[in-house]
């Protein structure tokens, strides 16, 4: 979240991470963040869904240093209202993850093994961050 978010506004997504047959949320972490760290982004907040595990997130996001990293579904420091917005925010990206599944054909790849389902999110997200850029150019 940057301080020019606005309630509705959509920002763009990096690329994802992946791997062959089903992996952990945690096991996919250290890709999300080497990046960030390539890109020069260094988050203030995370907020993680009930999958990842507490240890191991914070020791991955470790060289990020986020003020905050709040998991669903775990208790976390910090003030309730906080804790509550960080909360609608991951549920904002569960939509956003439904959007690209219905409009931008995440559902299945259609190309053949891990390359191809690479190739396949790829195109998928890129399509994605199309429309915001169309706003902000």
Do not use: C
């Not at 509705?8 to 791997?19: H, L, T, W």
Request: proline fraction near 9%; charged fraction near 25%; glycine fraction near 14%.
């Amino acid at each position: 979240m940057t301080p020019n978010t606005k309630p509705g506004a959509r920002g763009f997504i990096v690329p994802p991470a992946s791997a062959p047959g089903n992996p952990g949320e945690n096991e996919l972490l250290p890709t999300t963040v080497q990046e960030l760290q390539r890109l020069g982004l260094r988050p203030g907040e995370v907020a993680l869904d009930g999958g990842f595990q507490t240890k191991a997130s914070t020791e991955e996001l470790a060289p990020l240093a986020p003020k905050r990293t709040s998991i669903a579904g775990r208790a976390s420091p910090g003030s309730r209202r906080t804790q509550r917005r960080l909360a609608r925010y991951r549920v904002g990206a569960e939509g956003r993850i439904s959007h690209l599944k219905r409009r931008h054909g995440l559902r299945r790849s259609r190309l053949k093994g891990g390359e191809g389902e690479r190739t396949w999110t790829g195109w998928a997200v890129f399509a994605y961050n199309l429309e915001p850029y169309g706003r902000y150019a």
